[in-house]
């Protein structure tokens, strides 16, 4: 059994053991390439300092470039009795160069290690769901423009209210992706900033360069005060899950749509049959499950900024055991989300609308505000016109006989799809994924 990075020669009790590693070892996994990266900007700068020899410095590297590769690769494992990702690097690195490796924790703690982990971790993964984001939102949009002229009712209360159109209804959700872009882009700004050589929350006696290991690793900014930079676990990630959460309720309010949409009393949108889901029983059922299942995952991403919260609410300033908890919850929400992006722009994409909803009666007083309207453009007071129109209602007689005449922005007539994407494309050239991919690449190199 490896001895621990803690070990100050006492065995500790092996129950004990057991329910503080928790889970750390299976969720460690995904953090171990962002570990190794950490480690390489430290010692790089540990180097620079004179902490480390000229000759010792390429060994290192070199021995960790291939840990890298092998955590990409998925063939990283943390052994039975390590305990953590960040103990298992420190061991392959003392198996393969002796006491070398040890030298590396030098004005380190785990507790920054973990927190610079997260935020690389967190780093990639944004990336990656803002790449998803923009997939649906393209999705959304063209299924905008294709259907901007087919009519369909607009809702009220769940009653007909007044007439909308499929190209407003794809577009409302795009232009909520939008915005979602702007809650991702703040939690980027707040990951982006490097904790490491912070150590246990109090900095190092070490003459670190802080500024040093920010370049080598593409962060944006520092977190600069130590203490902070700790106070910053938990925070990050509720503020990131809050973002997350953030896109999933556009999402799962769409596929709650989409449900309702697609049953018979509806029937505004089909799917392929090939993405519905039968019944055991009823022969006839065409089941939009995947919507159903989209909902409900984003209903439980919605929860995770409260869970976070409720791990960290009244901790005192510094590193509590408390926190490990918090990559339970954490860690998984982005494949989840991921998953949900993904399938929504692949579903939206097939799916088809119905393209003449606005004849059938029971839509006919959804055109009630058009015919008020009409006569206020001819004189009618707007009162006398509203009063007129819910008398023939009321009698039984409305008819409306004009055409539809929308045309200020972001209306039936007037979508404004190119300056929404124009919106999107502003807020998504702000992130950093260059700079970022550019460091990694030279650290690696």
Not at 248 to 256: D, M, N, P, S, Y
Not at 327 to 348: H, R, T
């Amino acid at each position: 059994m490896a001895d621990k990075l803690w070990d100050k020669g006492f065995s500790l009790d092996s129950r004990i053991e057991k329910f503080t590693v928790g889970q750390d070892r299976v969720l460690d996994l995904a953090l171990a390439p962002y570990d190794v990266l950490g480690t390489m900007a430290h010692i790089t700068m540990l180097a620079s300092r004179g902490l480390l020899g000229a000759d010792e410095l390429p060994l290192l590297l070199a021995e960790l470039k291939e840990i890298y590769a092998s955590a990409v690769a998925g063939s990283f494992v943390i052994e039975e009795g390590v305990e953590d990702v960040h103990s298992q690097v420190e061991l392959m690195l003392t198996r393969g160069l002796g006491d070398l490796g040890k030298k590396v924790h030098t004005g380190r703690s785990r507790n920054d290690q973990v927190l610079v982990d997260l935020k690389l971790f967190s780093r990639a993964e944004l990336e990656k769901t803002v790449l998803r984001v923009e997939a649906l939102f393209e999705v959304l949009q063209a299924q905008s423009e294709k259907y901007k002229d087919v009519l369909m009712p607009g809702y009220t209360h769940l009653q007909v209210a007044m007439p909308s159109s499929f190209g407003l209804w794809f577009g409302a959700y795009a232009e909520s992706l939008a915005d979602d872009l702007s809650v991702l882009k703040a939690a980027w700004d707040v990951t982006n900033q490097n904790p490491l050589g912070s150590a246990a929350g109090y900095g190092s006696s070490a003459p670190l360069d802080r500024t040093l290991t920010t370049r080598l690793l593409g962060f944006d900014d520092l977190d600069y005060n130590v203490v902070y930079a700790q106070m910053g676990r938990g925070k990050t990630e509720r503020l990131i899950a809050f973002a997350l959460s953030s896109v999933a309720e556009t999402l799962g309010r769409f596929a709650a749509d989409c449900c309702l949409f697609n049953s018979q009393n509806f029937a505004f949108v089909k799917l392929p049959d090939a993405m519905t889901t039968g019944s055991s029983i009823m022969p006839h059922k065409k089941n939009p499950d995947v919507f159903e299942l989209i909902r409900a995952r984003c209903n439980k991403i919605c929860g995770a900024p409260e869970s976070i919260r409720l791990l960290t609410t009244n901790l005192p300033s510094g590193y509590f055991r408390d926190m490990q908890v918090i990559k339970e919850v954490f860690l998984p929400l982005f494949d989840e989300l991921g998953d949900c992006l993904e399938i929504a722009a692949y579903a939206v994409g097939a799916m088809t609308v119905s393209e003449d909803l606005m004849s059938d009666p029971r839509y006919a007083l959804a055109f009630s505000v058009e015919e008020v309207n009409d006569r206020v453009s001819k004189g009618v007071p707007f009162r006398d016109a509203y009063k007129a129109v819910g008398q023939e209602i009321q009698a039984g007689s409305f008819v409306f006989n004009g055409t539809l005449h929308h045309t200020h922005e972001g209306s039936i007539g007037n979508l404004c799809n190119d300056r929404i994407a124009a919106k999107f494309a502003r807020v998504l050239s702000s992130f950093t994924f260059d700079r970022v991919h550019a460091a990694v690449s030279a650290l690696l190199a």
